[in-house]
């Protein structure tokens, strides 16, 4: 069932979406039982703008701190009870692969998106995708969505990730330093903040595509104002991608 997204209440107009609902209390042990269930968080929050709060801020925080706990407590531990860009966004992020659309960020290959079963996100790997006088900042990355056999783009690989305290990061200070200039017209498919672009400031290094077991001339990725981060990539023959394993 598709529900429309309803910016104001659709039980009435003097409706304060709380009267005749259920508790904030009885909604968390319902969705607890469900085990943070994400389409249903999703559907709950179509309803009216009272559940949308209300996933934003409990339920979607609670998906995240089950669907990956030790990257939420190392996420959170500089002390702030949020993450940038909110709790929703990396919802989002820790289970869909964007794919690419022709006129879009990648816009030579047109792979619809989707979402994963389960994607393993790793703060070593995270260190690949920086410059070494950056590498102090953390960043948790993902293995790479395999979409195989595209034709004359071969073998395709997308990868996401998120930057803990990215307003602090040496990466951000570093765009900013060198003036990068923000994407004009895209923007990130999780927290619809701007995008630059990694390519175009010259901050991929080689580690990266050795950590992706890609070809190192066919690796673009970008990085939003909250710290979001997706990519793409031409990955290598099975035994190639395993000899860049061994060299790195």
Sequence with gaps: MI????????????????????????????????????????????????????????????????????????????????????WRALGKLLIYCTGSKKGGLFNTIQIPGHFVYRTRFSRTSGKSFLLPQCRTDVLYVSDPCEHLDQGEEGDVGFFRGVFKSFSMSK??????????????????????????SMLQAKMIPQSASCRLGAYEDCIEYFVCLNGHMLGICTLLPLSDSEEASELE
Excluded at 18 to 28: N, Q, V, W
């Design 3 to 86: 529900l429309t997204k309803q910016y104001r209440c659709i039980h009435s107009t003097s409706c304060q979406c709380t009267k005749g609902h259920l508790s904030e209390d009885a909604i968390f042990l319902v969705f607890q039982q469900l085990n943070w269930n994400p389409k249903l968080i999703a559907t709950l929050s179509c309803v009216c703008k009272w559940f949308d709060d209300l996933a934003k801020r409990v339920l979607w925080k609670e998906f995240c701190r089950t669907r990956a706990p030790k990257m939420m407590i190392d996420l959170q531990s500089s002390g702030s009870h949020s993450v940038d860009g909110n």
């Design 171 to 196: 990466v951000r200070k570093m765009l900013i330093k060198k003036e990068a200039q923000l994407h004009p017209t895209e923007v990130c498919p999780y927290c619809k903040a701007k995008l630059w």
